[in-house]
């Protein structure tokens, strides 16, 4: 089954400096990549998503890049501010699939 | 814009109760999911549901869990004889069809 590996697991910058966080998947199968944000007690909320058939993604100051033959994405978070800080998830499956998550990384953004 | 909503939003309960947690997704929807997520660790996968019976479920989805949609709009997963181990928040998505799923807010299971 599906396996997703993510990295790292805790992020410290500066406000306004650039955030990435990777994730590794196993199976080829897989063709759609959510990103996840999670603030402490609350709902993960889906923040971006891409699929196979696309290298990269953008909405505003938030970015996905996939590289199926290395079966890596990552998230890229830019102008970094506060109210980024939460845990995000990265997950893999096949489209109406399970969802298989990562392992988390929390973000913190200081002032 | 609709929203998945999961009652009740904490149960506390003692070791071997029975418990259901109740979840309403979205009308149009056709997948749902229960998730649960032990605090500090990743979501997990329980079990899918479609066209009214189990597409899937995880190795952690054991006999002491089932599910049900009695009545076309609720989804519910009743734990059998609860184990302090089953304290997590439970989680509830349903997906039209394809791309986003839309997780509810949750329930906290205590389990005493």
């Known amino acids: 089954g599906e396996n997703v590996e993510q990295h790292p697991s805790t992020l410290s910058v500066q406000e306004g400096d650039s955030a990435v966080i990777k994730c590794t998947y196993s199976d080829s199968a897989s063709n759609y990549f959510p990103w996840y944000k999670q603030e402490l007690g609350k709902r993960p909320q889906l923040i971006i998503d891409i699929r196979s058939n696309v290298g990269e993604k953008k909405d505003q100051r938030i970015a996905v890049t996939l590289n199926k033959t290395a079966k890596h994405f990552s998230l890229h978070i830019t102008e970094t501010q506060p109210e980024d800080s939460a845990v995000y998830f990265c997950a893999a499956t096949e489209e109406a699939d399970k969802l298989i998550f990562g392992t988390g990384t929390r973000l913190q953004v200081f002032p | 814009e609709p929203e998945v909503t999961q009652t009740p939003s904490h149960q506390v309960t003692q070791m071997g109760q029975e418990v259901i947690l109740r979840c309403v997704p979205i009308?149009?929807?056709?997948?749902f999911y229960w998730y649960r997520q032990i605090l500090g660790q990743k979501v997990e996968f329980l079990v899918s549901f479609y066209n009214n019976e189990i597409s899937e479920k995880s190795e952690i989805f054991d006999d002491q869990f089932s599910v049900e949609r009695p009545d076309g709009s609720n989804f519910t997963l009743k734990i059998r004889s609860t184990k302090l181990e089953d304290s997590a928040m439970y989680f509830c998505?349903?997906?039209?069809?394809?791309?986003?799923?839309?997780f509810g807010p949750g329930t906290r299971l205590t389990v005493l």
């Open positions: 009308s149009n929807h056709l997948y």
């Open positions: 998505a349903s997906l039209q069809g394809r791309g986003e799923q839309f």
